[in-house]
């Protein structure tokens, strides 16, 4: 088993700029891809960007340009910088790990990013 804790969410005040953290333990021998969604009210969960251990990385279009995934394998810790940051990017963002993106099978609970004047 993997636990995945994230921190970091919070209110800013759109154009602002805010980091997740999310912090791997257990099993982590099993991970290569780590990655963040988010969901936001009434709508389904989706993917914002992924990682591998390697480095290689992806990000939703919504996103691109603006939010960083980088990735610590020391620190079995996945980070994500959002930057200009807008109402709409309001959403509950969970972290997410599995030896691949189409075996992403396991989660954290979720941070909450309120992007609000």
């Known amino acids: 088993q993997v636990q995945l804790v994230e921190s970091g969410g919070g209110l800013v005040q759109p154009g602002g700029s805010l980091g997740l953290s999310c912090a791997a333990s257990?099993?982590?021998?099993?991970?290569?891809?780590m990655g963040w969604y988010r969901q936001a009210p009434g709508k389904q969960r989706e993917l914002v960007a992924l990682?591998?251990?390697?480095?290689?990385?992806s990000y939703a279009r919504s996103v691109k340009g603006r939010f960083t995934i980088s990735r610590d394998n020391a620190k079995n810790t996945v980070y994500l910088q959002m930057n200009s940051l807008k109402p709409e990017d309001t959403a509950v963002y969970y972290c997410?790990?599995?030896?691949?993106?189409?075996?992403?099978?396991?989660w954290g609970k979720g941070t909450l990013v309120t992007v609000s004047s």
């Open positions: 997410s790990a599995g030896p691949n993106y189409f075996n992403m099978d396991y």
């Open positions: 257990g099993n982590i021998f099993s991970i290569d891809t």
């Open positions: 990682i591998s251990k390697g480095g290689s990385s």
